[in-house]
């Protein structure tokens, strides 16, 4: 179905303000994708996008034309999903996202497999530290490991996930072992940072409720991997999933510190909009992931 492909990838093209961005999304090179472009626009004889060399934005015909676009594909998506429910193979596609490590470690291993048993299905992962707009991103199921968002999205919890605050010996040795929470204050933390990030500041849990740490350091990034390499390096304290970082603690690499002060508790889980989970392989795949996590992660 070529115009319904051309009207994803118009769809997608607005949505990430790029072709090369959309296009990628749907695993389509910028010269496939802006020929889909141009031929949607023959094909309604209109221009869809304002071009200039720093940007592309949609026309006032263009915007009009998505909101029409988007309609025409959740019909066809939910149509597709209530079909695949009378059938024993479920095909079509599942657009999957979540953080870079525990992408890496846990999910991605397990989309093989899934696409073993189901064939017919094909599973679009990307990977990010950054936190993804669920319904704009056209996201199925994000995996996510925080704190609960007050959405109208829905949350399968996989497994509650302590969190620890520990740095290599190297650095402890070298700026010393911090004893109150307070002291975090005159230590480099290592943050997970980008636009409209939460981890401005650490919350841990005290005997007389939250406190929160307006913690500061040389170094962020947007990677979560990264962080656990600079403290495996010795160069800070980092505020960590537990299991995310059990084999390191286990080793003896990182050290717990302020063990009767962790940090506040996250949820490791997959977020989906309520009408995804009507949709048989949405559901199939998540609980395909939830089984195996649970599983794999190690009960640190």
Known sequence: MPYIESLRVFVRVVERGS??????DLRLTPAVASNRIKELEQRLD???FNRTTRK???TAVGREFYAHALKVLKTLDDAEAAISGFSNQPRGAIDVAAPLGVGKHYIAPL???????YPNVSIRLRLSDRKVDVLTDGIDVA???GRPPDSNLKLRKIIDSPRVLCAAPFYLDCYGIPQTPKDLLEHTCLLLRYPRSPEYFWTVETPTGPLKLD????YDSDNGDVLTAWALSGRGIVNKPRFEIAEHLASGALVEILPQTPPLASTFGAL????RLQDSKVRLFIDFVVDHVRRMVPHA
């Open 46 to 48: 209109v221009r869809l």
């Open 215 to 218: 913690v500061s350091g040389s």
């Open 111 to 117: 989309v093989p497999r899934f696409v073993d048993a």
């Open 272 to 275: 989906y909009p309520h009408r």
């Open 143 to 145: 995996f996510v490991v």
């Open 19 to 24: 072709i090369t961005a959309g296009g990628r």
């Open 56 to 58: 592309l934005s949609p």
